[in-house]
């Protein structure tokens, strides 16, 4: 099983960004303790982060074909990176959307998610443990189908 | 460490509504796998459903003061049930909000929710999963908000 | 056949509210004369009413089993009752709405209901008249379906 | 007694329009029951169809004077005919909207009637036993009336 | 002369709520006040509390038609409870709705009362006090029309 | 000098509409009293009235390039008439928009009307005195545009 | 019969203003041209202007009780100008709105008008000549309650 | 102790306004009844009245300063008056707002209060006592204040 | 293979109206090219025009059946042509709407198409040339469907 | 070169309201430097101040003719104040627009302005030196088209 | 002649994207037709393809200058990407804008284009032979300029 | 001090682009002049540009950490460039926003800039100098701050 992590704007910066909101692990922190769980679930796991949404764009389609599900951080292009989300409902592949803060308490631009409708789930607000537990239900989701 | 689980309108009939929607658990069994990963991390899990909004504000305004955490499915109230939003924030207890089916690809009307902006965070479309995720996360962070 | 009538909030008052607006016969005159017509078209009929939505999504979950179909007036619930549309739509009965007034001739918040989309049809403004109307079609609805 | 049924756009292709929506009699078989049991009640009915918003108001400024009452289903002019919507209201008679289908649970655009705050009342998705309905009531309230 | 006091979901909790928003005395210390200013005025007041609108409107419905006026705090059902304004409406006696804080500095979804429309008059944000208020102009206004 | 009299939807009906909005006067009564007052004005008045949008769009198509200039009373077209507006548009004539009753103190969807853009003015709620003001501003407008 | 001629703001500016717009004439020129038609018709006329929306207030305050009916061109306080509303609600006089231009084909903002709501009608866009239009329809609407 | 009364535009024709949701006592009679109950509470009242913001801006910027409090009626600016807003802001002191009818059941653009957000609170609907409310409230909690 | 063409109110005019909008050539012009153009593609064309909305839902009720696509534009019935955009799809037939000007470039009431949604496609702000391009590729899409 | 320098409602308090926004400066204070640059750029300034409306539409009346450019920080007025845009416009000179604090991180409705659209340009933010900075580049920029 | 062909994010997927809503033909089988049809109309063809709206607005900054119009299909940038806007808007040329599905069909937000106000025409919905038709239509409009 | 010029999309095109809303200076002239400025201020200045908002941020991020201010024309990303708008914001920089057109005097979706809220404050409007007022100021506040 192969699933993609992909993080958005900014989310190279996490440990620097406001601590309050972001927490304080770094992004390489985060990753790592993904690839740790992710040894453990048996799940190959490839990481990307870019702050242009064309990149993002471009990755998916380079990996999609190859892989089983998405994890995604959209970072701001949440809020209106309609060629990611167009390029994430291609894939056919199910997405996890995770934040590490609680959009839904911030500005209210922040509510509306161009993603979400093409996302099997969303997490939200539960900091770094969100990834974690994407990672879990969605390879114990995509385990369940294989079975059936 | 006591949390509460709660359940808002209808979801005591999960396993017989709509099963694309919602999955074929019922909520026993989710309340069931909940107890029982609640006893791995030690937390004293006190679950409670009911199909009115009073019923669901007397029960938090009774055990929040005994409580440390609440992880709540309000069901449709999560779109108007601002009375329930009230009791949740007056608890003044971390919550984390959980939806088995993704509100964000549904009708527009689920899209907006009147309790996350009281929450700590929020798990949506993940089915029953999203319950455990849910336990282990804010088990997780009471335990560390302790330890500092 | 077994058909559920369900009276919404205030309409317990009926004959002692607004007489121009809500016609002059009691709850009690309406449920009989619906259960003279439901006699002639060989109906069971069983009638309840409560202003709490909690009491009234605790009837739908329990009779809706037993059940063929429903009427129902959802008095103010008509507009915000979110929690009673689900227990409606899981249900999987033909519904039918009724409103004794014209809903869409009053204040403008009345004219939005969050039931119509689940119900099979509505009847607004046609006074006591409305229930029995949709009692003869929704029993003449239900036959015809059997009978295919 | 006198009641006029007048039946907007596209109601002559009942019968050839989409039967999950509109059901599978045809315009001439509606107007036959209707006739039918207009004649059970007492009642002289007249019938008219057309395409073209003029030709509905000049039949209502013709006929409406010799009449009692007026049943309309005013197709695709519930949303945005205003003038059929005057001559309803000069016309000073009680008028029963029908629709076919249920409005409510369709496109947006059509959850809006312009006809309904002049109309003593509504009755929407009951296929064309509506129609029967709407009669039944308007003579039985227009006999009322009279009485008093 | 004889006047319902009504207090909505979650007033029970005042004096453990925000402070700062709500104040520090209790309902029953309220409740008290009220009384002794009741006795005062010659009123006899009558005080129920529920954090159900099925339950505050059985209580309208139950005690309307003995009482002369009505002060109520709605609560969050301010926004939401349209049960509750039909009862209020039904009831056909003068209200006075009162708010503890300053429901239009606070959040935009409690700058709207559904209430309103169906009151003699509002006091908003002036705390407890504006309970005594709202007696005291009720039993003089009364009064007032009583002796013309 | 040529000059357009237009009435839209159901003014045919003046005299027998509501005679608190509408005035007493029949649509011929004004007619006449335009036809004289044009006479001493030296201005041929082209009279038409009909209640279908393209038998209004066709007259204007043939009248107006023998005429100088249209008086409308568009009817309830005024709301949502854009072919209407088309049409008055290409005339390139200079357009006056007549209304009995006040628009603006009415429904508020009467307040917005789609020919008003494409007019030199209006006048609204000066029953059928607008008329003859219309009549006599626009004779006198285009008169000074000749002279200069 | 005495008739009050109320200019709001930048109307003094008339003549030297956008004269596209607003036409060549001053403000001094239209008086002038109201008065000499107020001696035809054997009204007194009081032509009033201010920049100040207070000023106006004020003297709407000091002549309505003295006068029978009131012209008004409020200049940009047509679309914010609520005191000034009141006072000519107040006053309850027929007033009669006047505007230069067409405020209905200009800016989106210009198209509503606080005013027209609490006036008899409205007259815009037909330039000075609106003024004198609407002088002589007031006073004959005048001389007709009168004579009733 | 000394409080400032503020009566905006038009209210200075209390007693002559419509009485059905004014009442029917002078704005001298109610700031007479204000003073003699402020005689009873030890307080030094000063009153004011003006049609213009400009005006009422100047008094505030005047008064505001040697005072402890202040209690508007804003009139018809309670809805458009930002700078009245502002002023009332920079004073720093605590506002009590009145409204003599209910702004809340009147017309939807009542509904909103560009004031409230800067205010302690407000009494809207209770006539000519709410004032003294106000006043007896106001010099209260300001009591309260200074003895902490 | 049969195919209509079909122009709404006001394209009579084309040559006439404002040619910086729609061009120079008039709607015989463009019908004969267009029939030119069928010839050589073997396609049978129906062309027709109307002002009035009736007539041309008329115009396909009657030949649609017969047919096996359609051209349209539907001039300013775009906007609000709701009866038309019905029986459009009733005919089951494709649809491809065409404008001359580009109508999202112009008025903001010109960029929504009532039909849009139930057509095949759109050909907008390309001239005459819109309908040779409508044309070709209709009848190449009814082609590769046929031989499917 | 003459340059008006206009301050709207309150700004006279500047130096006493809150100063983490407006700064510490008073308007004295930036008067006489905006009057010291203006003498090194061989401008003459004059200024003005007033809390009404009225009073600042008759300033820029009678000084707009004998003057070069307008500097203008309206206060609240920025807001609603149309007569005051509608004087800048007929004024026909170039004007800056000040804000001392940045009204667009401000209250939601503090981000609109009325004024922008008829001026050159505008500075928010940036505290008292937006006033120094908007007198450099208004008079290079005069001096600038002088030359042209 | 020269043409530029864009196409934005996602479009080099074509042919394995959702084959229902974009046909099955890929981008290299596109662009090889356009440059065929291309050859046979004397037209120099340029295409590009890229996923990030950088790119692709550095593109047409680059290719503008030395070409004659611009066909494009921006992909989801259709609804969000101002950038892009800009820089067609900026380069002056004639840009015909195609979308292979019918985006007037699909989910609200993509009824919406940001870019055909700048564009000369739209053609939606009709696949693949959008683009030639576009091709076509362009040169012909360019050869037509041209010659004048 | 090193202060950060960042210009957004199609500012490279400065001096080709429309000369009415832009000017005629390069941005090469526009960069030139700031150093200059910044020369004589002792501030050093690095300016950067793409068309690409992934760039945008590369650089922000690269380059805050060694830079004490920000002075941006983000171009068309104003409106919906999010991910450049939560850099700034992290960046905890001050940021000075300039537009050298007037956004507010142009088309609607240009009024809202989502980088205004994170911005010290925004010049717009006043063509090139903008930016070295906006270098001044910035350089004056920065120096302001240090010495306190």
Known sequence: ???LVIHGPNLN???KRDRKLYGSKTLDQIN????ARAGDLDVEL???QSNGEGAL???VQQEAGKSDGIIINPGALTHYGLSLRDVLAD???PVVEVHISNIYSREEWRHHSVI?????????GLGWRGYIAA???LAATLREKTRK
């Open 135 to 137: 990672l879990e239900i």
């Open 57 to 59: 764009v471009d990755f």
């Open 116 to 124: 979400a409708s093409v996302a099997l789930g969303q997490i939200s």
């Open 91 to 93: 894939s056919a592949l």
């Open 1 to 3: 099983m192969r699933i």
């Open 13 to 15: 910066m996490l440990g």
């Open 32 to 35: 790592t303790a993904l690839k």
């Open 46 to 48: 490839v990481t990307f």
